[in-house]
Nanobody, 122 residues
Framework: VQLQASGGGLVQPGGSLRLSCLVSGFILDNYAIGWFRQAPGKEREAVSC????????YYPEFVKGRFTIARDNAKNTAYLQMNSLKPEDTAVYYC????????????????WGQGTLVTVSS
């Protein structure tokens, strides 16, 4: 199982970025997938999860209305569209997968990508 996150970079406050997570070694259809972030000196936190069927999604309050998760099973890829970015969104963003949606969103999966750095600064 491999996950490769990409799309991070430097963006000004109010700007947008779209992160991608390409997965390989398994069929994404059967897995929930999520995005997490970790800022310097802080614990890792979930920013969005989506179930295998797409019937369940999770967004914490601090990203609701700004971030949108999506998945394209045909491309074995998940996305995180981030709009109205704030300096406090600066972090390394990771993608993760799990067959269990609850375990994924709790951050307890064993499958993680390498992370992509998002810096929001003027």
């Amino acid at each position: 199982v491999q996950l490769q996150a990409s799309g991070g970079g430097l963006v000004q406050p109010g700007g947008s970025l779209r992160l991608s997570c390409l997965v390989s070694g398994f069929i994404l259809d059967n897995y929930a997938i999520g995005w997490f972030r970790q800022a310097p000196g802080k614990e890792r936190e979930a920013v969005s999860c989506i179930s295998s069927s797409t019937s369940l999604t999770y967004y914490p309050e601090f990203v609701k209305g700004r971030f949108t998760i999506a998945r394209d099973n045909a491309k074995n890829t998940a996305y995180l569209q981030m709009n109205s970015l704030k300096p406090e969104d600066t972090a390394v963003y990771y993608c993760s997968v799990d067959v269990l949606y609850g375990r994924l969103c709790s951050g307890e999966s064993d499958h993680w990508g390498q992370g992509t750095l998002v810096t929001v600064s003027s």
